[in-house]
């Protein structure tokens, strides 16, 4: 039987669109736990500046709702969501908690800024399985451009850092970089391929999308190909209501990994198990809506559309607005 760090990142996509399409699913294999909302970037597409009441999740329930994944059936853990996860102090501390309560595959998307030696090291070192790179520019020029940060030259230097040390360590992570591309990038995305392929197992570069909803401004700077959820290239149901949810910094379940304005948050996690949460009437009466093809009203509508409608929040107790991000 194929481990899941052995398995490609197309097997696991496909993966997670086999999903059970029924209103009380089992529950999921695999889910996020958003460790910190705060970023050290502002890419041009994503919705991360637009974010208010920004927030780190307290330790105390990060390690619960690892143990509580993992009670429930969750071998699979993503440490980050809409935040960079290296500006979570205690991320090593979290991932070796993940490891020694028995999950597979612990994983993280990160810009690289601040995976520096010492903390990539740190990370590694406490059984990190896999960590992806996101990279948006093949020049230092156009990178600045898209992430806002004259970062380049550094990301570079800790992807070669860190796989240099997984040649010296004899350590088995998996290392990945990815690209949103851009009418500024469109035309560098061999040209990025190609500068980082000599570190990487994977390339795994994404057209881009309104960010699930959230970014109807992204039409304005590349093309945006109808059925492009996430870069999926779903058709028909989304398989996010299904089979996976994301647990925002201040322990809001949200049904959806792009759900930066918590327009999609199904239940409080301080009040609530996550189990009595996956199954609760909120969640169910949600699935519904997109078994039947009834999400007008809601963001999903807007992503699945590529429109900018006005929406209603699930919960609207829990709804963040978006700000008007700062000036560039």
Known sequence: MTSVSDKSIKDRKEEAKQASYSLTPPFPKEFLIDITSHCNHACLFCSNPRMANKTAMDPTLVLRLLREGYEAGARQIGLYATGEPFLAKRLPEFV????????????????????????????????????KFSMHGATRESYRHVHGKDDFDRVMANLKWIADYR???????KI????VQTAVTVDEVKALHQLVKPYIDEWDPHLLTNSCGTMPENNEIGIIEANNIRGRGHKGVCFQPFSSFTITPE???????LDYHKALVVADLNETSLVEAWHNATYQDWRRRHLEGRTEGSICDN??????????????????????????
């Open 96 to 131: 070796s908690e993940a490891k020694a309560i028995g999950y597979d595959y612990v994983y993280i998307t990160t810009n690289g800024a601040g995976a520096t030696p010492a903390r990539a090291k740190a990370v590694i070192d406490a059984g990190l399985d896999s960590i």
């Open 167 to 173: 040649k010296e360590s004899g350590r088995t992570f």
């Open 176 to 179: 990945y970089v990815t690209m």
């Open 251 to 257: 322990g809001y379940l949200s049904g959806c990994v």
């Open 303 to 328: 992503c699945i559309n590529n429109t900018d409608r006005p929406y209603t929040p699930l919960l609207p107790t829990y709804f963040d607005p978006p700000v008007k991000p700062p000036r560039r």
